[in-house]
């Protein structure tokens, strides 16, 4: 049991700080008989479930651990969003966890979660906030979560949970009775004892969720089974580094192998949307690795490829498919949810299906996407100020109004950009989405460009698979003069997104080469890559000054008549290139082209 203890005042101290605080309490549920019956195995179970689930969880969702007493946490939160948030993911983690351990061994938590205000002593915070929480806590059941009224009001038109009323309760040491409120998600209640019927059906989370499942070994070589299981865990590992995506994690995955089960099935024990199935297949010194995306609730296949590769450095390879399946799987997945955010009530969106929308708006580039995927970006931040990704895309977006030349007022245009990236980087932790954006934005508006590079490459640090990342840091590149490195990261954008957006990595590439004078392969990459995004306008400009350059004067004015139709503004600033001679030569020959024109 969580113990609390409340300080006695200090007289010399006229004035305590005070600020209100979203606080969420946790125990584990019959602590001391677990102790009792294997002390070390239950201390070390619940090191490794610090580690591995509840740390990250808090500090993925923002909050401060404020304390711990031996079962007990007392976690601070900003916001009581991200405090439900991460309560849910934990509990559901946990249910998932357990699924095959013995009832009389499993670790379960109850958590209360309260909205109040709190004195903060130092690291420590105390007062009736933190006191509400504990008694909350104390209410829930094992696996479940207690929340207050206020959190209930807080959250309930921000997150797709439902709550169970458990009416007024009267409590230890609080005057007044507290209004007692049981998380509900996808009509379940989130209690999820070892007896209890949910406990076998999980409800899914409030984004993107996906199980990886054993891989087959068919090579008929019980040696070759490391391999498989290896191949599965990077796998694993490289979609944890999505952060917009929920992944179950190997432990409860792994409760599969051997199983026939059916695909549904495991999607509701698992609580997930999505599965990742395949086999391996040895022969020789050869091995052929296949992968395929399912949705769970219908059996529709998302997605499937295979791999081919030599055993000769195996870690290698397991790496380089586990990247490649995350870098394809991304997009893929992505647009699923996408779909699904879309067929909904655009009446009762939060602010991240807002985001989801602008980002299917926003691609293919053109004057009327850009203007819709701003006015839904603008949407999710008066619903939620710190959503970074949203603010991150919709400083792409001013960017592109005002590159482009469809901003009605470039200079303020120009300014909200700016200001945007900004703000979303100082709230962008971890996340290399919104890392890539800042970069991107803040570097085509003169910020030191070997910064903003390394902005990009701690994004793909943190995700190598973030084929956007690599296009981004490409278009860096091709800025700083770069020419190799920048069709480099725009072919790696292509091999991680063969079938999304690849207008937009072949025109890097048709650029780069442009500025290198290798004149014939640019204009080959440039045209499919105005067949393949034709309302992008950079792509025309760079085409028209490299059949310029070439003297096919005939064909620069057609593209440029082409242009004219999507854009009055033909000669752009090109500020972005760096090096002098690189905008000398883009901007001569698009000039030649508009004149010829």
Known sequence: MLLLFQPSPIMSEPRVERRLAAI???????????????????????????????????????????????????????????????AVEVQREMAARNADVPPERRIEFRIGINLGDIIKDGRDVYGDGVNVAARLEALATPGGICVSRVVRDQVRDKLGFAFDDRGEQQVKNIARPVRVFNVKMAGEKMVLTPDSPAAASLGLPDKASIAV????????????????????????????????????????????????????????????RYIL?????????????????????????????????????????????AINVAGVIEPALQAAEVRRSTARPTTDVTAYDLYLRALATFYPITKERLFQALGLLQRATAIDPDCGPALSLAAMCQMRLVREGWATEPEAAGQAAVDLARQALQLAGDDPVILANAAFVLANFGEEIGTMMALVDRALTIT????????????????????????????????????????TPLSLIGEAQFFKREFDEAASKLLLSVQENPGYPHSYRVLAACYAHMGRLDQARAIIARLRGITAHLVPSAAQLRNPADRELFLSGLRLAADAA
């Open 464 to 503: 190598p698979s973030f084929s956007r990342g690599w296009f981004y840091g490409g278009v860096l590149r091709l800025w700083a003069s770069q020419h190799d490195l920048a069709i480099e990261h725009a072919e790696t954008a292509l091999r991680l997104s063969p079938r999304e957006r690849a207008g």
């Open 213 to 272: 499942l054993p891989f087959q070994n068919m090579s008929g070589d019980p040696e070759q089974e490391y391999f498989a299981d290896g191949m599965v865990e990077e796998i694993i590992t490289a979609l944890s580094r999505i952060r917009w995506l929920f992944v179950i994690a190997r432990n409860s995955s792994f409760t599969y192998k051997g199983r026939s089960v059916a695909i549904k099935q495991v999607g509701r024990e698992l609580g997930v």
């Open 24 to 86: 969420l309490a946790a125990d584990v549920v019959g602590y001391s008989r677990l102790v009792g019956e294997d002390e070390v195995g239950t201390l070390e179970r619940l090191r490794v479930l610090r580690r591995t689930l509840a740390d990250p969880k808090i500090k993925e969702h923002r909050g401060r651990i404020v304390r711990t007493l031996g079962d007990g946490l007392l976690v601070e939160f900003m916001s009581v969003v991200d405090a439900v948030r991460c």
């Open 277 to 321: 199935e395949g086999s391996v297949r040895k022969g020789g010194n050869r091995v052929r690795i296949t992968a395929q995306l399912i949705e769970a609730d219908t059996g529709a296949h998302l997605w499937a490829d295979r791999f081919d590769g030599s055993l000769e450095d195996v870690f290698d390879l397991q790496d380089k498919v």
